[in-house]
Nanobody, 116 residues
């Protein structure tokens, strides 16, 4: 059974930084894409950043220049370095891994709260 476990969330003041980690266990197979989503209170879940295996990264406009996604396919781990945090970055952050055969896996979520 595949499990994704996130860590690194917490409470931080505006302007601060956090680093989220997501480690997967179990049989996933070849990883095609890894990403981070977030869901703010009262809003839909949105894609924050993604990284394609051997390919480019992608960011939602609101985090460009502040967040950096990286991944290690061999370790089945994905990271999100978040800097210059704003209150609008508050939400539950979920990691997502997509296998090459199409199956998606989700973590349980980690809370990020940015105070003003």
């Amino acid at each position: 059974q595949v499990q994704l476990v996130e860590s690194g969330g917490g409470l931080v003041q505006a302007g601060g930084s956090l680093r989220l980690s997501c480690a997967a266990s179990g049989m996933i197979g070849t990883i095609a894409l890894m990403g981070w989503y977030r869901q703010a209170p009262g809003k839909e879940r949105e894609l924050v950043a993604s990284i394609i295996t051997g390919g480019p990264t992608n960011y939602v406009d609101s985090v460009k220049g502040r967040f950096t996604i990286s991944g290690d396919n061999a370790k089945k781990t994905v990271y999100l370095q978040m800097g210059s945090l704003k209150p609008d970055d508050t939400g539950v952050y979920y990691c997502n891994i997509v296998a090459s055969w199409g199956r998606q896996y989700w973590g349980q979520g980690t809370q990020v709260t940015v105070s003003s």
